[in-house]
């Protein structure tokens, strides 16, 4: 019955598999996992035409991709907070006031807001159990109750943007705080596998890791392949690539396990979706995106990020899909695996009909922004050929996305012909009618 393995490199030495089919196998609505890598883009992970920079050991991840579908032009915030801001309520950052990581309150989330997690439970009857494990980063810091207050049902992980120490970290959950000094990936995973032996009912798993989030701190050595690293700061400081190269195969490693811990009738019960919450920092970025930077700007290199989804009825396999998706449509997507009705949801629309069919209905543009952060600040959107950017300042660029992913012509620069022109105006003209 399964023949698509999942390396675990656990002590035990086992492999975890995952229906070769896809098919359902178990009655009952999905269980899902959402796993949330921060600071993660593809030119450290991912296998994509152009983009040859040195890539984390993800086997785990790998193979998710292999039993489902990559996204190629996954969208989310240069940030975090917006891009979560979103992914939670469905919306463009402009409507839910969250543009940025700086300054508040352009980084906290309103309570009038409705959750993921809250319209799951209502339009289910509760019949889900909802966790929160890892990175919340959407309210102020002293507001220990917050994830509760927007019916997360069960909350552990950290409030603010990073932890400080992968060793070393405050936890909170339920209002009360307590130093962990677990590493943090391994004590996440340890808290999944915990809360989802707890449940009876089908689950939604938001997994956030801080993971590869700075400070690169060297994983156990246990979880990583190179056991030369030190874990000294003058050498991280010296090459950190390595180092946050090596988070990313620790938490790939962990992700192996939580999945090798999960009942085989849970496992073949659940969808696995997993993306990147906004490019790679920019001590670590790579080729193609070190001409305009990763992490904190409106380019791709910010923006589009790896977005895997494999599991239950996902029957397309091993393929890419180049259709445009953004962070909004996680929540739609999400919410009509769990009530099988929400295929849109304000700003976001299900993706889920492209699990199964390469002709389902898509999206014709996407949109992202960023404000009350840097002289970055702006927005972007593009359709299947073209991107615009406009920033704050007063900067535009044009490029005809299709043929240039890389972003190298900016035709704003040059002599545009009618199909540009054409297309910069359809693009102007969606940005006034959202």
């Known amino acids: 019955m399964f023949t698509v393995l999942i390396p675990l490199f656990s002590a035990c030495k086992k492999a975890v598999s995952i229906p070769e089919n896809g098919v359902d196998t178990s009655n009952g609505s999905p269980n899902i996992v959402f796993i949330i890598a921060d600071d993660m883009g593809w030119d450290a992970f991912g296998k994509r035409a152009g983009y040859n920079g040195q890539k984390a050991n993800t086997p785990t991840l790998d193979s998710l991709a292999k039993t489902g579908i990559t996204y190629t032009n996954f969208w989310v915030n240069p940030v975090c907070s917006p891009t979560r801001a979103s992914l939670i309520t469905g919306k463009y950052s402009f409507r839910t006031g969250v543009g940025g990581v700086d300054t508040p309150p352009t980084a906290v989330l309103q309570n009038s807001e409705v959750s993921l997690q809250k319209y799951i439970s209502t339009q289910t009857s509760n019949a889900y159990a909802t966790a929160l494990i890892g990175k919340w980063h959407l309210s102020q810091n002293s507001n220990l ?5 927007f019916e997360v049902g069960y909350f552990s992980g950290f409030m603010s943007g990073m932890v400080n120490d992968y060793y070393d970290w405050t936890q909170t959950s339920n209002g009360k705080q307590e130093t962990i000094s677990t590493y943090s990936t391994t004590h996440f995973v340890n808290q999944s596998v915990t809360w989802i032996g707890q449940q009876t009912k089908p689950f939604f798993l938001w997994l956030a890791f ?11 050595l246990e979880l990583i392949t190179d056991k030369t690293l030190t874990n000294t700061q003058a ?6 690539l390595p ?4 988070a990313i195969e620790a938490m790939d490693k962990e992700i192996a396990r939580l999945i090798a811990a999960m ?11 997993f993306i990147g919450d906004n490019g790679t920092p920019g001590q670590v970025v790579q080729e193609p995106y070190t001409n305009h930077g990763g992490k904190g700007y409106l380019f791709e290199g910010g923006v589009n990020t790896p977005l895997i989804v494999s599991g239950k009825n996902i029957i397309r396999k091993n393929e890419t899909d180049n259709s445009l998706v953004q962070a909004p449509d996680i929540f739609a997507t999400i919410a009509e695996l769990c009530d099988g009705k929400t295929s849109s949801y304000k700003d976001g629309n299900s993706i889920k009909g492209t699990f199964t069919s390469k002709t389902a209905l898509k999206r014709n543009y996407v949109y ?5 952060n840097t002289n970055n600040d702006g927005y972007t959107l593009r359709n299947s050929g073209y991107k615009y ?17 890389t972003e190298s012509n900016n035709l704003i620069s040059g002599t545009m012909n009618a199909e540009d022109l054409i297309n910069l105006d359809e693009l102007k003209k969606v940005k006034t009618g959202l």
């Open 389 to 405: 950017i406009k920033l704050e300042n007063g900067k535009e660029y044009f490029y005809k996305i299709s043929a240039d992913p």
């Open 263 to 273: 009942p085989a009738t849970k496992r073949e019960n659940t969808v696995f979706v």
């Open 145 to 149: 109750t917050a994830p509760e207050s």
């Open 235 to 240: 050498n991280i400081n010296k090459n950190p």
């Open 368 to 372: 992202t922004e960023q404000f009350g």
């Open 243 to 246: 180092y946050y190269l090596a």
């Open 210 to 220: 801080n993971a590869p989030h700075t400070p690169f701190h060297r994983p156990p």
